[in-house]
């Protein structure tokens, strides 16, 4: 069974930093690109980092390029998302996923605000 277990999220004032975990089970974790997506209230879900299978490509939507580090160890099937230099509109709910199995996590959710 595929489960994903998102952790790290909480509430930040602007220009602060979370890590983003993603604990992953039930498959082969190394050969599966991985991706976060997030959600804020009102708005469609959005895809925000992509990694391959061995971690040397990652994409980013251009909103959080500079800011946002992908990455993940696959000797500890964890996926994670470092994110600096937060802004009110990073606040979201954000969501690992791996698109192979189209499995979602339940979510861990990110508050910027003063």
């Known amino acids: 069974q595929v489960q994903l277990v998102e952790s790290g999220g909480g509430l930040v004032q602007p220009g602060g930093s979370l890590r983003l975990s993603c604990a992953a089970s039930g498959f082969t974790f190394r050969v599966h690109d991985m991706s976060w997506y997030r959600q804020a209230p009102g708005k469609e879900r959005e895809l925000v980092a992509v990694?391959?299978?061995?971690?040397?490509?990652?994409n980013y939507v251009a909103s959080v390029k500079g800011r946002f580090t992908i990455s993940r160890d696959n000797a500890k099937n964890t996926l994670y998302q470092q994110m600096n230099n937060l802004k009110p509109e990073d606040t979201a709910m954000y969501y690992c996923?791996?698109?192979?199995?189209?499995?979602w996590g339940q979510g861990t959710q990110v508050t910027v605000s003063s």
């Open positions: 990694i391959t299978r061995a971690g040397d490509t990652t």
């Open positions: 996923k791996c698109d192979y199995y189209g499995a």
